[in-house]
């Protein structure tokens, strides 16, 4: 967890909150997010009970493009894309149908695409295929659903362009409670509650 | 004679003679585990006769160890199930008890998540009542396990044992009235254990179990049973051949005062009542046959000596 510029996570228990540590730091990592987070602090308080996260992101707008997922060589009439990263090939492969259609498009084994007796465009390789700002939010909220200690069923959650929080209890929680609580948390990790 | 859990690993080769000579010393087998070519036997052997059967293993190059926890049903109880937060630590607490002889059943709860909002409801309190012994696998803080536990130990009759992220004694402080048994350090995490301090307090729950376990033996040793239960299952595979049928890896579940056998209740309850366990004592006049919770199983209860003033 040594990306992250500040990481902490505070509850009056101590085990459990070492524990957490843990928790979080084996899910980020699992989750590829670490290199994502700038700054995130969880509070938990299980007497209220209430668990919060806040934090900040770093700009992750990774475009994903064809050159970063294989390399494109022409064959005769074929061009054979090598795969070198599989993470993003569903959506490659969904993108490749669309522009040239099933007929054209062969997967004979893992790691190679043939694309067949059909011209390809000039910009190939710089043809985005994922960008990743799109989803990684959406990726970050349902981390902190996975720590998140189990039965916090009511949730509050919020994403803007570099800001997201994550409240959770398993009792409904006035609104004015949370936001305080929520906008606390943001002050503590010197950032503003946008 | 007093008969003690063992466990035999060795090859496939001659492993016939290792059955007969256990069955010959008056011994039962519990479970026998056929992998390609070793062996896995889980059994019963007189205590006298450890040395002897050890020294007619040792030309086969087998292995016997005492294990504790050989002919007892353990249920894993755990308060979610939940997609999103595997792998559960009860996962491989469960597993890890079945590589030390251990019969394993998860039990997770319906809506036993949560503080305030945890239950347990009557058919999970039911099941876990079928086992030997409970292992209640609880989360990382100390206020919620001390509001949440008496509500999920409610009408639970087996012997407990509690396992959470707080120490060993916080757990018993907090524990009123008392478990039979702790492990501290052990709450939700969500990775597998696999380093040496995570499979060390997979020791520690084993430690524990058998601690447990053998207090209840001990119990029972006053007031014995009419029968012993891994009898019981030889009698039952001998009289009803029906039973090979079954594909499930334990198709008769020895348990310390009983077994669970996964026959249909209605069809097969007359059959095993009457089987005869000698002359003029049939199963019916040492056990109490009840349906399981558990799908149409067979719950098989044997009777202490005291009930039935038989012992055979």
Redesign the interface.
Known sequence: MTMLDAFEVE?F?E??QD??K??TE??LS?HNLTAVISKLRIF?D??I?IFVAVGTIRDAGARIRVSDIGSVQVQGDNTVISIRDETYLAQFLTRLYDIFGHDHVDQPDRFTVIISEVEIPQDFEQIEIVNRADTVLRDLI?AM???A?????VRRESYGKRQFFYAAS??TLPEHVVEDMVSGQFALIGEEMA | MILVPITYTGGVYRHDEVIDYIEDLGGYIVQKHEMAQEMVLQAFIPKEDIGRFTAFTKPLAGEVTESPLVGCEIAVVI??L?I??LPHSACDIAEYLRTVGAKTNMVGLARG??????QLNDEERDVINEHDLAIYVL??????IEEKFNGLRRGVNVPIILTG???HE?LKRITDPPAAGYVGNL?????RTRTEADIGRLDAIVEETARVLNAIRDEIAHDPLSVSPARLKEVIEDGIPEIREVYSPTPITVQLTGLRIKLPFDRYRDVIKSLPVEEDVTIGDTAWISPSRMRDYILVQIKPFSETHIVV
Not at chain 1, 149 to 153: A, I, Y
């Open positions: 509850c228990e085990v459990g524990v957490y843990q928790i084996t899910v699992d938990i299980p007497r009970p349902y659903t996975v720590i200690p189990e039965g916090f069923k398993e009792n | 308060p979610s939940e999103h937060h998540f949560g503080k305030r909002i945890s989360g990382n803080f100390e206020t919620c992220a707080p120490p916080a709450g939700r995490f969500m990775h």
